[in-house]
């Protein structure tokens, strides 16, 4: 079932970031040759006019060929070359490039939105202003450290701590606990459970800790035009705050200061997504939402073979004002490709290890 739900979700993504290709590219008058989810051997296909729909066996991705995306000379100057892609205006091209993240982005606004107006769990400081259309308040776990006591005691994100009047209170208890381990009262799944932790020191500074990140939540439920504008701030920071941790990754990755051990591939994300799906419904939204922000984010990277990559190609042309040759441009974008694939072989390959070592 996480298998099944994970490329669900998954399929899903790609769709909406093709689909902002298809669309646009169908919008400026270029031809659109196939739409299709995955890679590799053909597992379905259907032509409906002049496009070919196709569902492939390997679901790790997708694509949509437009014509003369990657030029040729039929492109150039062929038949039918004043409806291919090299040949539009370059405002064009940029618009068919971008498409796919601004939809990533719209896709992640409307699943925000769904949840607020279903009602999600929110931080109480987080939302003052909507604290009268908030109900069921309780302090929640929202982030344990790997390899902490915390999470050899068990403890997971969503679970709910008892008898605590404020987070305050809960780490006031901790550090006087003095690693001498003390009980703590959780709820998950309605089912109430106690466990024995032993805090120690070095987790956080100058105080005993147990690897936890808590939080006071209250489950909020908006009119719709509230949740629409809350989706919407909300979708707004979320691509800043991965602006930001990409930029830092890759800055920090040419300073030899980077880690990627945070950095999960398709085996960790199912794992992720397995568990938003336990904690329910509005839990698989938001976080495929973030999966859709990240997906949006990462293809505007500057990197040949990403969206980003092509646009900056397409700015490139425009400066020097000529194109590109067709060859130099298809062999760079399939070499990024080629590196893009082993970067996540090789996450992929950290993933699994990480579950046989766990």
Aim: charged share 20%.
């Amino acid at each position: 079932m996480t298998i099944i739900l994970f490329l669900i979700v998954l399929a899903v993504l790609i769709f909406v970031h093709e689909l902002g290709h298809f669309i646009s590219a169908r919008m400026c008058g270029i031809r659109v040759d196939e739409f299709a989810i995955g890679f590799g051997p053909k597992l379905f296909s259907i032509k409906r006019g002049e496009t070919n729909y196709a569902l492939n066996l390997i679901p790790f991705g997708g694509y949509v060929k437009i014509f003369g995306e990657n030029p040729n000379s039929e492109s150039i100057s062929g038949p039918d070359s004043a409806r291919s892609f090299v040949n539009k205006p370059k405002w064009q091209q940029i618009i068919v490039l971008a498409a796919g993240v601004l939809f990533n982005f719209i896709f992640a606004w409307i699943l925000v939105s769904i949840a607020f107006t279903s009602g999600v769990p929110a931080s109480i400081e987080s939302y003052p202003q909507y604290e009268d259309r908030m109900t069921n308040s309780r302090i929640t776990v929202t982030y344990v450290e790997p390899g902490s006591p915390a999470e050899k005691a068990g403890l997971k994100a969503g679970d709910t701590l008892l008898e605590q009047e404020s987070v305050e209170n809960i780490q006031k208890r901790i550090n006087e606990s003095r690693g001498d381990g003390f009980n703590l009262k959780y709820i998950r799944d309605g089912i109430e459970n106690e466990i024995k932790i032993i805090a120690k020191e070095g987790i956080v500074k100058d105080r005993y800790a147990i690897g936890i990140a808590m939080d006071k939540v209250a489950t909020l439920s908006l009119p719709v035009h509230l949740s629409l504008y809350e989706g919407g701030r909300f979708t707004i920071r979320m691509v800043g705050a991965v602006a930001i941790g990409i930029y830092e990754l890759i800055s920090g990755a040419f300073q030899g200061a980077s880690s990627f051990s945070s950095v999960t591939g398709p085996v960790g994300i199912a794992g992720l997504v397995k568990d938003a799906a336990e904690l329910g419904i509005m839990y698989l939204f938001m976080f495929t939402a973030l999966i859709s922000i990240n997906l949006g984010v990462l293809n505007l990277v500057p990197f040949p073979a990403l969206d980003g990559g092509r646009i900056l190609f397409v700015f490139i042309e425009a400066i020097i004002r000529r194109p590109i040759k067709p060859t130099i441009a298809n062999s760079i974008n399939a070499i990024g490709f080629g590196l893009l694939l082993l970067l996540m072989l090789v996450v992929t390959y950290k993933d699994i290890v990480k579950i046989f070592v766990r």
